[in-house]
Nanobody
Framework: QVQLVESGGGLVQAGGSLRLSCAAS????????MGWYRQAPGKQRESVAV???????KYLDSVKGRFIISRDNTKNTVYLQMNDLKPEDTAVYYC??????????WGQGTQVTVSS
C-alpha cells in the first residue's frame, strides 16, 4: 500500500504560480511512475504530467513550457511547479503513483483556482 498526501493548492490570479507537492509513504520501494492529473467540473480527469523512475517526463500539450514536474526520491515526493497559470487550469489536481506491480494509488486531491 502507498499513501499520498498532497499540498500546495489554492487561489491565484492569472499569470501567477503555484507549487504542488505530494509525499508518498508506505510501500515506497515499489513506486515507479509518479504524476499529476486534474479534473475540472463536468470534464474527465486528464493527465497533466508524469515522471518516470529514470527521470524522463511527459506533459499535457496545454501545459508544456509552463508546468514542471520533478521528484525527490530521497523524500519520496513529487512536485508540480505551475507557472503562468490560466483560468482554464482551474481544477482539482490529483497526485498519482504507479508501482512496479502496476497498481495505481491516488491522493485526496487539491483545488487549484485561477481567477481572470
Amino acid at each position: 500500500q502507498v499513501q499520498l498526501v498532497e499540498s500546495g493548492g489554492g487561489l491565484v490570479q492569472a499569470g501567477g504560480s503555484l507549487r504542488l507537492s505530494c509525499a508518498a509513504s508506505g510501500s515506497i520501494f515499489s513506486i515507479n511512475i509518479m504524476g499529476w492529473y486534474r479534473q475540472a467540473p463536468g470534464k474527465q480527469r486528464e493527465s497533466v504530467a508524469v515522471i518516470f523512475s529514470g527521470g524522463s517526463t511527459k506533459y499535457l500539450d496545454s501545459v508544456k513550457g509552463r508546468f514542471i514536474i520533478s521528484r525527490d526520491n530521497t523524500k519520496n515526493t513529487v512536485y508540480l511547479q505551475m507557472n503562468d497559470l490560466k483560468p482554464e487550469d482551474t481544477a482539482v489536481y490529483y497526485c498519482n503513483v504507479m508501482t512496479t506491480a502496476l497498481r495505481n494509488y491516488w491522493g485526496q486531491g487539491t483545488q487549484v483556482t485561477v481567477s481572470s
